[in-house]
């Protein structure tokens, strides 16, 4: 639906966000003048635990669709799964390279190839200063400090004027690699004249400064001090800085480093091969063979920090990690912050390390977790370099862009540095032109759940929904088991709808169903089976599988956990 229906004038640029403005993650935003489109960022958002069957959440490409071979190129402003977990979605429409550091586009391209996408010659490294054309655009790249290597910002020459996105930004003024923000030449732009500002809103709920990635050195030293057994630190597995701390640490208190977890173990290595991550000769050694090694000469980097039941923390935790085992005398440090929704599966994997009897550390204990997210001064600071004509706040839930807005209402106070403040939302349509900036129309934005199980296949919670019943029906598991031990009361009952099977052969097929839960309920630890959330989940997959192996079909499951 369309606010405005006079016609576009042709010398009108138009900037359109279609993720992460009103939300945290998937951010995404495209720019169009004439008959070019570039977008920059392609980003996932990781969906709520009761958003069952769902793996991830992308921007709705609809818009993006309709302009098929007008979309000439992806810029990334660096690695992070909110900016480049949709580029193999995003991948197919674009007619054009993909632009990012040499490090983003080596964390893309195991995505792409996981997706059997061919991207021979179509992934272009580009360095901070650098300088590309796609169109009428021209693009320069800005460094910028945040807690991962080679993140950039973007200046784009338009013919509207100069447009600056600054991806997600802290100020880190001793920066771990020495790779400092451009801070002269955002200056520098500034005083040319920017038309519009887009700026991280991430953090801008916090006062002061958010400090340099090198703060959480001293709290991490106490800990590898007191510390007399094995020492697990679940971080992000993108936290390349933090991984570099720990490992300088490690060499310097004689403890072996082990990378424990899929996603962490490839991040490590592909930043180790680009070289953005220094391990000295002889201190990694592979998960399989910490058990090889005394406790207190042991340390694991793991996944897990936000309680994903299949990370290795959590199969640490419950004494169910094939190599990491951990007990009293071992500290498993959480150097991260909970995303918000993740609080109570976070609780629940500590209360399982606190029952192994190792003891558990997190932010609010010792300072072992720093923001990647520039604070207000931060934000101000950017604001008063860049002074632009219009701002634009992005990457931020609603109140959080509302506040931004107000602070560069403040800093911009002065009688020669107005600003517009242009509170926009997914889906809004940005145009510059000569008469101005506006708000213009709405376009088809929102999110496409996806199934990661259904490669390549796309559609929003009720249509993927909808065609999971129509295509293969719906099966309801539900499992009664008692509270104290977890064992299983009764049989499962399965009930099942629009599941088509050969005639006759549905009512086995349920009842083998039943069995393998019965059998899986049997295998699983007493702890594992209390553990609602888990159990609910092991049940799930168990059940897909089952399904997918025995029918060829994937339906809806839905495991209904009964405590008696
Ligand atoms: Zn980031
Ligand atoms: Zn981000």
Excluded at 78 to 105: K, R, S
Excluded at 414 to 436: M, S, T, W, Y
Aim: glycine share 10%; with cysteine; charged share 25%.
């Amino acid at each position: 639906m369309s606010l405005n229906t006079s016609p576009v004038s042709p010398d009108t640029l138009e900037v359109v966000p279609l993720g992460g403005l009103g939300e945290f993650g998937m951010n995404m935003m495209a720019l169009s003048f004439g008959e070019t489109t570039v977008v920059i960022d392609a980003g996932v958002m990781f969906p709520d635990p009761d958003q069952l069957g769902v793996d991830l959440i992308i921007p709705d490409l609809t818009w993006l669709e309709q302009r098929k071979g007008q979309v000439k190129a992806l810029v990334l402003t660096h690695g992070h799964e909110d900016h480049i977990g949709g580029v193999p979605h995003v991948f197919p429409l674009i007619d054009g390279p993909v632009y990012g550091t040499a490090f983003t586009l080596a964390l893309v391209e195991p995505k792409l190839t996981e997706h059997g996408i061919d991207f021979t010659d179509r992934l272009k490294p580009v360095r901070p200063r650098e300088v590309i054309t796609v169109g009428p655009f021209t693009i320069e790249f800005l460094r910028v400090t945040h807690s991962m290597p080679d993140c950039v910002a973007l200046a784009i020459e338009t013919p509207a004027g100069t447009i600056i996105h600054t991806g997600d930004f802290k100020i880190d003024q001793t920066p771990l690699d020495g790779e400092h923000f451009d801070l002269q030449r955002f200056a520098e732009l500034g005083s040319r004249g920017v038309l519009a500002l887009f700026a991280d809103s991430t953090n801008v709920d916090r006062r002061g400064f958010t400090g340099s990635e090198l703060e959480v050195v001293e709290g991490f030293e106490e800990i590898f001090t007191s510390t007399h057994g094995k020492l697990v630190v679940a971080a992000f597995s993108s936290s390349i800085y933090r991984m570099q701390i720990l490992v300088n640490l490690a060499v310097q208190f004689e403890r072996k480093v082990a990378f424990v977890g899929r996603s962490l173990a490839q991040n490590s290595e592909i930043a180790q091969r680009l070289g953005y991550l220094r391990v000295p000769a002889g201190v990694q050694i592979r998960d399989s063979d910490v058990q090889n090694y005394a406790s207190q000469d042991v340390l694991c980097l793991s996944t897990g920090s936000q309680g994903e039941p299949q990370a290795a923390l959590s199969r640490i935790a419950i004494d169910d990690h094939r190599h990491v085992k951990i007990g009293p005398d071992d500290v498993v440090v959480l150097s991260a912050r909970a995303i918000p929704g993740n609080e109570k599966a976070i609780g629940r994997v500590l209360n399982h390390v606190s029952r192994r009897g190792a003891e558990v550390i997190t932010d609010g204990m010792k300072h072992v977790h720093v923001s990647g997210h520039g604070s207000e001064e931060e934000l101000k600071l950017v604001l008063s370099l860049v002074r632009p004509r219009y701002f634009v706040p992005i990457h931020g839930e609603y109140r959080q862009l509302s506040r931004h807005a107000h602070i560069a209402q403040r800093v911009m106070s002065g009688p020669d540095r107005k600003v517009q403040v242009l509170l926009a939302e997914d889906g809004d349509v940005i145009q510059f032109d000569r008469h101005g900036a506006r708000i213009a129309e709405k376009v088809t934005a929102g999110r496409v759940l996806i199934d990661t199980t259904r490669v390549g296949e796309v559609g929003d919670e009720v249509l993927r929904d909808r065609r999971h019943l129509a295509g293969d029906g719906l099966v309801v598991a539900v499992v009664a088991i008692t509270r104290q031990t977890g064992a299983l009361v009764g049989t499962p009952e399965i009930i099942s709808r629009g599941f088509v099977v050969g005639a006759g052969e549905e009512d086995t097929l349920l009842k083998d169903a039943g069995t393998a839960i019965a059998a899986l309920i049997g295998t699983t630890s007493v702890e594992e089976r209390t553990d609602q959330g888990l159990m609910t989940e092991k049940i799930r997959v168990e059940l897909r599988r089952f399904f997918k192996k025995r029918s060829g079909r994937r339906p809806l499951v839905l495991p209904v956990l009964m405590e008696i």
